[in-house]
């Protein structure tokens, strides 16, 4: 047999083989090194051995004793037939009963007077009453373990506490259902210590993969320490080696927290690195030096800007400015004015004679943005081009770009299709970045590489024909601005967006009034259904919110589609229609159309309208099903509304009266700051859900929490320090590798 090295197949380790490995790879574990970096997602404390008289019920413990007795029989659960083995424990203290189901195994394994370990949940079996246990115990009361479900052993119900109790004594004693086993002559790997728990998967469970893992134990010399000495000495960090150990099977709660002290480091180390020598990478390439003044078009708007929208404005022109290409995101509530930034540095950028690109993450949001873009830009300045554009049109529009002709091209992933070319782009705009794939964001930037352009001498014919002539230096990268309307803590954007500067719109636009938030109780949904027909009396329109597109048999949620026939009764003098993600686009944008232009007076929608939908003559939002949908997207949709002068309403109708799954919803109705709401948000859901974290690379935390704020500031204050002591990472050359492979996974922005 081949020595095990750490990129051995994981197949090489006995007892996996063609069809376990299929199972392990759902975990991501394709070699041997794959199960030495799986870090365990919780721990069981069993280190300590309690005698049996002094368990506590209710809590999970861990036992040594011999066996006294072992009975089986057959029984059924439902339908399903069931095996049960009985087996009594005792030790100089007293007598613990254990069961377990369907482990024929163990019957041969098992034998009186073989002593064992066993840990697991206390819990209390006897005739006595809850009441009189109680009392013994010193307590006011038990609560039910299992309603309704008698003793393995006979003879009552079993209860649990967490109040101390003696054990061993009277007409009651212990149990166990189901606790881990493990043989007196093992190497404590699954009990009598702090035992790792591990993700699982369908045929791969935590007990498989902590032995797995204790075979990979021998090849943890064999890790190379990555981390500068100095680094760790002055973040008091242990070595790699020692860590990876420790965190896998902990000697003990101190060298446990050290280890994950480490691993926590070293994840957010690369993190903050590999953002920086990509930062440091921009700054590197050549773009266009603009001089721009956006504030010199404002006066054509027909609103005031807002401070923190000339705030921006200055921070993009100081950008555009430098010979290196702008990387920012343009960070803003619902309705803060986004658009209205990107509107006038496009307008500055159309002036200096050069292109702009914008993409939007739908059409519905291309038309839109094209519609007001031109009606201030004017229309021989901007042009749509979106998957319907006819091809004849698509090539005049080639011509165009080719022709050094500035425009503003607006639209969606069809501006990256092959064939398009815009040698002269010098600002690309992405709408709702985090909308937009790695792939995506790649293929922009190829497709707007700057080329400079000359017309050769004597090229012209008749004052109309140039040949063009392409320089062979280095493409110029245009300035990148992207938008998002989801607020990011600042502990994420550190993180997440490491490689970009951040300008924030935390202000509303003057004149602009607050939505009122209502949470509707069951009694109080017709008050809802009333403003609903009050505001389209007025003229006004409406959205009704259903979390699902069809009936579930499963979930109590009300779907779309009946929504839709419910309004079509209720509301029987109002135009009604329904959009939803399952209809085609071309669908969608119809009927989005149509609400805009004011024929639909009840939009019935599910979270598609998430997103940049603007309609000012939308007053009224009715969300059914509320507690479905998280903080961040509630806010999201609710501001479809108020984006007019009339008062806007947003009522949460939610499924339940229960106070933990509604209790949340009570943020949205006392505030209407985004920032507030995103960071509720994140501490009940963390960042994975909240943010789509996953399609940007950083799903693979496992020790780290993008929460952890002095973590994260210490690692980035190393990772400045060290690219500032060695740029290129010359005398680092794993932690080079390391980065490269970092960057492979991480978005681009």
Known sequence: MKPLKLSSPITQLSGIGPAKAKFL??????????????????????????????????????????????????????????????????DDTGILSVTWYNLRFLSKQLWVGRPIYVAGRVEVVGGDSPAKLAGAAGGTGFLPLT?????????????????????????????????????????????????????????????????????????INAVPEYLP???????????????VREVHFPTDTKTLTQAQARLRFDELFFLQLAAQVRRRQQQKEDAVSLKITPLRHAKKLLYRLTGAQQEALAEIATDLAKPHPMNRLLQGDVGSGKSAVALLTAAEVLRAGHA?????????????????????????KTALLIAATPQREKKQLQERLVGNEPLCVIGTHALLQEGIHVPHCALAIIDEQHRFGVAQRQA?????????????????????????????????VPHLLSMTATPIPRTLNLTVH??????????????????????????????????????????????????????????????????????????????????????????????????????????????????????????????????RFGLAQLHQMRGRVGRGEHQSYCFLLPTTTEAAQTERLHVLAKTGDGFVIAEEDLRLRGPGEVYGIKQAGFDNLQVASLLDYPTIKAAREEADRLLTEDPELKNHDILRRKVEQKNLQTHFE
């Open 498 to 627: 490491g490689d970009l500067d951040v300008s924030v719109l935390n202000e509303l636009p003057v004149g602009r009034k607050p939505i009122t938030t209502i949470i509707a109780a069951p009694h109080q949904r017709p008050q809802a259904w009333d403003r609903l027909e009050q505001e389209i009396a007025s003229g006004r329109q409406a959205y009704v919110i259903a979390p699902l597109v069809e009936q579930s048999e499963v979930l109590e949620a009300k779907s779309a589609k009946e929504t839709l026939a419910d309004m079509q009764k209720r509301f029987p003098q109002a135009a009604v229609d329904m959009v939803h993600g399952k209809m085609k686009p071309e669908e969608k944008e119809a009927v989005m159309r149509s609400f805009a232009a004011g024929a639909i007076h009840i939009l019935v929608a599910t979270s598609v309208v998430e997103v940049g939908v603007n309609v000012p003559n939308a007053t009224c939002m009715i969300i059914e099903g509320a507690e």
């Open 356 to 380: 702009v690109l914008y993409l939007a993450p739908t059409e519905i949001l291309a038309r839109q943005q094209a519609a007001s873009f031109a009606a201030f830009l004017g229309q021989d």
């Open 25 to 90: 790879k759902k975990l991501g574990l394709a070699h041997v090194r794959d199960l030495l970096y799986t870090f365990p997602r919780r721990y069981d404390d069993f280190s300590t051995i309690t005698p049996i008289k002094d368990l506590v019920p209710g809590r999970v413990m861990t036992v040594h004793a011999k066996v006294k007795s072992i009975k089986q029989s057959w029984g059924y659960r439902g339908r399903q037939r069931l095996l049960r083995i009985f087996v009594e424990l005792e």
């Open 444 to 476: 922009l930037q190829k497709v707007t590489h700057l080329q400079t352009i000359t017309a050769a001498a004597g090229s012209r014919q008749g004052g109309t024909n140039y040949k063009l002539q392409t320089e062979t230096r280095s493409p110029l």
């Open 147 to 219: 309603k309704g479900e008698p003793s393995a052993f006979g003879g009552g119900r079993g209860f649990n506490t967490t109040l101390p109790s003696k054990g061993g004594e009277g007409k009651w004693k212990f149990r166990m259902r189901s606790p881990v086993l493990e043989y007196e002559t093992d190497d404590h790997t699954h009990t009598a210590r702090i035992t790792p728990v591990y993700p699982e998967t369908y045929g791969v469970t935590s007990r498989f993969l902590r032995y797995q893992v204790k075979k990979t134990l021998p090849l």
């Open 229 to 243: 000495e100095e680094i760790r000495k002055r973040r008091h960090l242990i070595g790699i080696r020692e860590a």
